[in-house]
Structure formats: C-alpha cells, structure tokens
C-alpha cells in the first residue's frame, strides 16, 4: 500500500483538521483504529546508580529482545555549558549501555550528529562521556561525517523526497532515541522525535542542519520519524529545560524517565508531564494524528502522568500550547 | 610524522575519509593541500584524481560520492592551485561560488517577506553562502567560500568585479553575524531577542576570512579569539584560532599546541599540517 499523503490529501486533511483544532495548522483526521501503546514512567530523582537498574527494569517491561541484535543509542549532545541541562546526561546513556550489553545485544553504539558544533568528540567530552562511558571512543560514532546513504522515508511530510542518513542507524536493529525532556523555542518541545535531527550527517547538509528548517521542521520530523521503523525511546526527565529551550532555558527538576516502543505516544505522554497539550506539537499531529494522541489510547505503566506532572515554564510565544487540565 | 599519518588515512580510491570509512571531499581536499605544501606528489596526485571524478557537471563538488548535488565543499577544492585542479575545472569552481548565495538573499525571499509586512532583519542585508544550496548562509561555508575567493583574487593579481563584489558582500555579511561578545557562532546572532553566545571553532574561522580587514570590531574579536585559544581543547578549534590570530599578526610566532590537543581526522592532521607550512 502506497501511504504517501498526496499534497490534495494533505491540504484536504490540513483543512478538516484546522477547523477541528483551531490555531494548529498540522491538525488532521487519521483512522481511528489504534492500538494503543504502552509507556512506562519511571520516578528517578538523581543521576545515580539506581538509574541503573531502573532503565534495564524498564526495558525488560516493554519485553525488548536484543538478543544478537545491533543496537544505536542516540542521545541529544547539543551544545555545553557547565552546569546546565542541555544534553542527556552520560549516567543515563551508560545504563542504557549496560543494560543492552547484559541483555545480549551483539553491539550496542552510542552516535550522535551534533548540529551546532564540528567537533563531536570534544563536545561528547566536555558533556562527561569520556569520564562516565568507560571506552566511550571506540564505541563512538560521529553521525555527522558517517558513511551514508539515500533513502526515501516510509511517508513523505516535508517537501523533501530523500534523505542522506547515516549507514551505521538505517543498518542498526534497533534504534534508541534518549532524549532530554526540554521545550523547544519553535516545536514547542524537543523529545524522542524531535532528537532524531541528531542523525542527519552535517557532512552533507551543514552546521546547522538548515535544509530541514526550510522545508519544515514538524514535517522533516515526521519524516524522520518515517525513515526510521525499529525504534524505542527513552527520554531523560530527571532533569530537564523549561523556558527558552532548547539551549538557553533553565534546568526543571522532574525526576521522571519515560519510555515506550512508540516514540509518537512516549513524546506525547512527556508533554503531559510537561503540562504541554500534545495536540499543539505540529509533528506529533503530524505523525501521530489526534486519535494516537488521545490519552485514552496510551497506556500509562507504573507512575501516573497525574502523579509527576510538573507545568514547564513557557516563553510567551508558545502561551498558548498549555495544557488545558479537563 | 603528519605526512605518515595522513598517508595511512588514504583509501584505495585515492581519497580520504574523516577518520574511517569512505572518502569525502572535506578530508580530500584538505588532505591534498597539505600533502602539496610538503611538496608530496604521489598521493596528492591520487587524492586529485578521485576529487576530479567527484565533479558534478554544474562544477561544483558534493560532499561525499552519492550525494546528488553540489555544495559547501565546492570551495575547498577551489582553493587549490588551477594549474593542479586543471585551469577549466578551477575557473567552473569559481563560477559555480560566484552563483551561489543564501536562500533568505533571493527575491522571491524578500518580496515574500516585504508583502508580508515582516522585513528581513539587519543581519541578512548582505549575502552569504549556504551549506547547500536552498538554505539559509552561515558564518561557516561563508568563510570557506571567501578564503578560496581570496586565493583565486591574490593568484590572479586583478579580481574581476564580481569576485571584488562577492568579497566585500562576504564580509559584510560574517561582521553582521558577529556575537555580541565579538566572536561568532554558526551564524545566529540571538535566539529570540537572546543573544547568543560565540564558538572558538567558528571564530577562528571567520577571522581567517577576514584576513587583511581592518575594521574597530576585529581587536574585539582578535581578543575573544586570544582567550578561546588558552581556554579550549579542541583540536578543530585550535586549528582555526591559530589561522584567525595569525591572519591578524596577533598569534605569537613560536606559538605550539598544548600536548593533550588530540589531531584525531583528517582535517585536522592536515589543516595543522598547512598551520605550520604557512600554507593555508
């Protein structure tokens, strides 16, 4: 079946969905048999070592068989600034490390295709990889300058018809997004989906990855989103960023780790937390459609969203994406 | 010692690669620089080869093989000498950086932005170069794209009037993107109405560019660049801030990495190598 949306299709369901959600122009109906998806949410207070075994718990509960399998853990290196809550923390991406190592992965590779900055590895230390990672530049690869290759996504939301990705994720078995859990000056909020920019190779598009904002962030997301179908996604909650996120915001204590099979449903439980409506997130709408937003189609495991949720500081431009409590 | 090093990173098909992996033209056209200011023939030779089979038809170059279209790396290759790229070749790389500006500098971009009542910012009145053609221009590809137009306009002794006007085009644009605190990012100047801070990497860069300007906001950023040296352990970084001090006399002459700077790609190997060749 040919699921690519046809630009009449796109603008007819642009249309339908703007008047049933006014203000988001990514708003469209989709089916609405979903299956549900489960998320688990996690309480973690520090970056210690009980995140450890939290995070092997939590990928033996979605039953994850990595078993000779080839994993990528992408974590969201971004810029650094001491002190700050910019990047998912190294603990996080070491149990996580750990963790598919005693489950029998056959490798498990931490890769990450900083936007900003050229110098991967210098980032990768001064964020405290090196200093947490044991070997962590043997197990390194730089996103940015990795062998790649042309593909076409699963379904076309941005105006571009390929993608140059890299060979070591579109090869992986399973392909961890670990993001931070932050708002976003221009999405909203940066989560499991927003954290897959990190794989398109600077080498090919630059620093910044400009190309994707021109034809669409929400839509190069989904696209992304698309290209990539063995995914699961873990976002990092302890601490997070409020405010102007993703660079400049202050650090927000959540104590939370969030995590699922279906990063649509994991990035939407997150706004929950964040006291952000889901539905405004252009590309989760776009990805996900309301029906697999809707809280009654993701099934919350261990903590509630009632139980952690926290309201975000927002920069007034995105006043309007609070979430509305019913 | 470098040359061993950058001699062992060569792939079979003449070209090299970040680190590992296939060749890219980035790493090759550094690589090949060097290689030609230690006067090595041989696999400079090579490394021409793959990089003039890499050449697109609109004369430019791609960043790695695969890739469909011309881009940013189109100007390292331009940097070097024609008489080694082949005259025709060299003078279609030039031509193909004299066409090529930042999306936000095209009419239609403008007139959009003029009907819609939101008129571009201050930043973007002079044009720059984009990573790719379709974006936006940044401080990076601008900077690469005057050092090769900068070489192309001392070999020539008389720059065309276009060359001439894409320079001073060129620099305007990288001193409108210059930080608050002198130096320069990958080209945004704030963040909503915040200002953004600066790299080392990128103002070491941009310095480089603006090799021979003498203009009041350079000692500011000469002095950014002087506290980003000591400060920072990039070797990347330490790369470009040795170009950019030097380019503007103020980097001590027997000045030497700290020995902790690992040269862990290519281009770093051979951007070193050409630091200390006076080369590049």
Known sequence: MNSRITRREWIAGAAIGAAGAPGCRFSRPVAQNVRPSTVTIVRATAYDQKVYAKVRSMFESHRLDVRGRSVVLKPNLVEFEPGSSINTNPL????????????????????????????????????????????????????????????????QFSRLEKFYLPNSVLGADLLVSMAKMKTHHWTGATLSMKNLFGVVPSGIYGWPKNVL?????????????????????IVDGIVGMEGNGPIQGSAKNVGVLVAGKDPIAVDATCCRIMQIDPLRIGYLQLAGGEARLAERNIVQAEESIAAVSTPFELIPQLRDFRLRQS | MSLDR?????????????????????????????????????????????????RRKDGGWPACAGVDESGWTTALVAMLP??????????????????????????????????????????????????????????????????????QMTRSGAPTPRIQKRLAEGRRFLLNRMCRSGGWNHGSVNALGYPADAYPETTGMALTALRGLRARQIEGSVGLAARFLAECRSADAFNWLRLGLAAHGALPVEYRPPEQIQFRTVPEIAIDMLISAQAL
Not at chain 1, 215 to 220: D, L
Not at chain 2, 25 to 30: I, N, Q
């Open chain 1, 92 to 155: 996080l991406v070491h149990a996580a490390y750990e963790a598919f190592r005693e489950m029998g992965a056959a490798s498990v590779r931490i890769a990450e295709g900083p936007g900003h900055r050229r110098d991967t590895l210098d980032l990768a230390e001064a964020a405290g990889y090196f200093k947490t990672v044991p070997g962590f530049e043997d197990n390194f690869i730089d996103l940015n300058v990795d062998d790649s290759t042309r593909i076409h996504p699963a379904r």
């Open chain 1, 213 to 233: 904002h021109w034809a669409g962030i929400h839509e190069c997301i989904a696209d992304l989103h698309a290209a990539f179908p063995r995914q699961f996604a």
């Open chain 2, 6 to 54: 950058l001699a062992h990173y060569q792939n079979s098909d003449g070209g090299w690669p970040y680190r590992r992996g296939a060749s890219w033209t980035e790493p090759t056209a550094y690589a090949v620089l060097a290689l030609l200011a230690a006067g090595e023939s041989e696999k400079s030779r090579r490394g021409i080869a793959w990089l003039l089979k890499m």
């Open chain 2, 82 to 151: 024609p008489d080694i790229l082949g005259p025709d070749v060299h003078h279609d790389a030039i031509e193909w950086l004299l066409g090529e500006t930042g999306e936000e500098s095209s009419w239609v971009y403008r007139l959009r932005a003029y009907l819609s009542g939101s008129p571009p910012p201050p930043e973007q009145s002079a044009p720059g170069w984009p990573w790719v053609p379709g974006a936006a221009a940044w401080v990076g590809p601008t900077s690469l794209a005057l050092l090769a137009l900068n070489r």
